[in-house]
């Protein structure tokens, strides 16, 4: 299970936030013709794999998993992670392989050998159980990023993906992607519609994270017929639901991890 937040840990990322928000880099042009929808699984625990990936089957699309290498098979408070074995299964059926560090740390704590370190292990985690996949996509642990260090991730990947509640629309930092979180209460996470309705009213990107899919989900999954009509939903109201590389690809963001 995510640890809890200290007040601190929610300062600094806050802070850290606002400074990545206001300093220069590259940015990607969001202005797709029709509007996208991204699902994604942080930590993969296992129901992400039998219910969530099945239920985007099942609508005939994919998603993106984050899997930090680190966390494959442990079990944790309502929920196991799915084994190592079971991360090349989720690439056979289409869905594309995001990394989330090997040992799933807060980014910000750890100097950047010890960072580029975890990553590179991550890495060869999946090129042993899911040969021929590049992870080319990142999403902080936590939604927490670090400064400093965006040069060298943009060089690694394509787009690292955070926390912040709000739609990916024109000039956006592809370092720190917006993203909405479909949590508890399912009362709530029914409510997320309004974004989907958002999106296709305005065409731009709407990336969902989320974690565990059960009946009975943590404080960071969702139910599975939750997730089943936010798909829907999207899929109804003319949006493409695409992984995190296909709709890259779609607007045409050039290569640019290593």
């Given amino acids: ?39 994604t699984f942080d930590d993969v625990p296992d129901t992400a794999l039998t219910a969530g990936a099945t239920i985007l089957e099942r609508h005939g699309v994919r998603g993106t998993f984050y899997i930090a290498g680190g966390l494959a098979g442990t079990t944790e408070p309502g929920r196991r992670l799915i084994g190592a074995d079971q991360v090349g299964e989720l690439a056979d059926r ?33 090129a042993e159980h899911a040969p021929g996949v590049t992870l080319k996509n990142f999403a902080y642990p936590y939604n927490a990023p670090k400064l400093g260090i965006r040069g060298e991730m943009m060089a690694r990947y394509r787009t690292c993906r955070g926390g912040v509640p709000a739609i990916n629309r024109g000039k956006t930092d592809p370092a720190f992607l917006r993203s909405i979180e479909i949590r508890p209460p399912d009362a709530y996470a029914r409510t997320l519609t309004r974004w989907i309705d958002d999106v ?24 599975p017929d939750t997730l089943d009509m936010l798909v829907g939903h999207a899929l109804e109201k003319g949006c493409e639901v695409l992984t995190l590389d296909a709709a890259l690809d779609r607007m045409a963001v050039p290569e640019r991890n290593r």
Wanted: aromatic share 10%; with cysteine.
């Fill in 1 to 39: 299970m995510p640890e809890l937040h200290s007040s601190l840990d929610a300062l600094a990322r806050k802070v850290t936030h606002r400074l990545i928000w206001h300093s220069p880099g590259p940015r990607i042009d969001v202005r797709p013709a029709r509007p996208i929808v991204t699902f």
């Fill in 94 to 126: 289409g869905h594309e392989l995001g990394c989330h560090t090997f040992s799933h740390p807060w980014v910000r704590r750890l100097d950047k050998p010890t960072l580029f370190a975890d990553l590179d292990r991550n890495a060869a985690f999946h």
């Fill in 200 to 223: 296709a009213a305005e065409p731009g990107w709407l990336i969902f994270f989320t974690h565990d899919i059960s009946d009975t989900p943590t404080p960071f999954g969702c139910m």
